[in-house]
């Protein structure tokens, strides 16, 4: 990456639509290893817990853009995503916690 202090307009605009394709990039396979797991868990909800499925989708949900943003940090390096990356950890963790909670309750 370029010093921000000596990046010319065209090095910020750039810059910007680097980071854009490869959150773009992220989100398709993400979206697709999503739709592939709602589909799973549907069928297990199904079969299973007959009507109590949203917690489940929710936490499907958290754990696609929790990918996404580690993908992102991981080809950028970007320090800005950390807070958001701690921030949706512990969002997944406390909705797994609920998803699991609610199955045993069953």
């Known amino acids: 990456m370029i010093d921000k202090d000596s990046m010319t307009k065209e090095d910020v605009l750039n810059e910007w639509k680097t980071k854009r394709a ?11 290893w999503t739709q592939c797991l709602l589909m799973v868990f549907c069928i297990i909800n199904f079969l299973i817990a007959e009507k109590k499925y949203a917690f489940g989708i929710m936490t499907i949900l958290g754990i696609s853009e929790l990918l996404e943003k ?3 940090y991981k080809e950028t390096k970007d320090q800005s995503v950390i807070k958001e990356i701690i921030g949706l ?5 406390g909705l797994l916690i609920v998803t699991i909670a609610e199955y045993i309750g069953k």
């Not at 490869?22 to 697709?32: D, M």
């Not at 950890?89 to 963790?93: E, G, I, S």
Request: glycine share 0%; charged share 15%.
């Open 89 to 93: 950890v512990l969002l997944t963790l």
């Open 22 to 32: 490869i959150k773009e990039k992220n989100s398709h396979v993400v979206w697709n």
């Open 70 to 72: 580690i993908l992102y």
